[in-house]
T-cell receptor, first 116, second 116 residues
Framework: DAMVIQNPRYQVTQFGKPVTLSCSQT?????MYWYQQKSSQAPKLLFH???????NEADTPDNFQSRRPNTSFCFLDIRSPGLGDAAMYLC???????????????FGPGTRLTVT | AQKITQTQPGMFVQEKEAVTLDCTYD???????LFWYKQPSSGEMIFLIY??????QNATEGRYSLNFQKARKSANLVISASQLGDSAMYFC?????????????FGKGNQVVVIP
């Protein structure tokens, strides 16, 4: 089945130690998104790739970076995690070729990050 | 300004009963889309139903239906014949276009607990 995969599902990192979360998709979608979701809150968009074009949200801290080496993979790098970065990180994809369409986003299962 | 409003407190629903989750939205764009996602305690976001702003009929998907009232800018989700597995957080979201890219704006969510 075509899907969005996130690894690992649970990640524990130390304060200030760089960490990378990964997302892969078999849907061949051209857009990939990274969201941060803290407990009992709505997902917050960090950034997204429209094809190879990187789109950063204005309020995303510089501590968060992303890479998309090819259509299938996208990485979230947190350069120096703080305690406030503990959250669920959700990856999503969509097919957006312009014109009319629902542009539904398909989400992965998420990576729950703990910072100690 | 908040674009998606979900204000209901946590809800308890009797199994096999129907439940309505409220969602109001704000946009000046004539072309938009509305989504409902389900997020169980495991964390993944599961797409439930979509309504386009130009769709003439209310969307339905199995036990899910969307009560779309365009003039009131509301898009309520109705879950019929509730099941224990429906216990989850439910998010209403609106597709918006920013700098030419489609993005989702999420509401704060509604917590639903189905009781036997």
């Amino acid at each position: 089945d075509a899907m969005v995969i996130q690894n690992p599902r649970y990640q524990v990192t130390q304060f200030g130690k760089p960490v990378t979360l990964s997302c892969s998709q078999t849907l061949n979608h051209n857009v990939m998104y990274w969201y941060q979701q803290k407990s009992s809150q709505a997902p917050k968009l960090l950034f997204h790739y429209y094809d190879k074009d990187f789109n950063n949200e204005a309020d995303t801290p510089d501590n968060f970076q992303s890479r998309r080496p090819n259509t299938s993979f996208c990485f979230l790098d947190i350069r120096s995690p703080g305690l406030g970065d503990a959250a669920m990180y959700l990856c999503a994809t969509s097919r957006d070729l312009g014109g009319q369409g629902s542009y539904e986003q398909y989400f992965g299962p998420g990576t729950r990050l703990t910072v100690t | 300004a908040q674009k998606i409003t979900q204000t209901q407190p946590g809800m308890f629903v009797q199994e096999k009963e129907a439940v309505t989750l409220d969602c109001t939205y704000d946009t000046s764009d004539p072309s938009y889309g509305l989504f409902w996602y389900k997020q169980p305690s495991s964390g993944e976001m599961i797409f439930l139903i979509y309504q386009g702003s130009y769709d003439q009929q209310n969307a339905t998907e199995g036990r899910y239906s969307l009560n779309f009232q365009k003039a009131r800018k509301s898009a309520n989700l109705v879950i019929s014949a509730s099941q224990l597995g429906d216990s989850a957080m439910y998010f209403c979201a609106m597709r918006e276009v920013l700098y030419g890219n489609n993005r989702l704006a999420f509401g704060k969510g509604n917590q639903v607990v189905v009781i036997p």
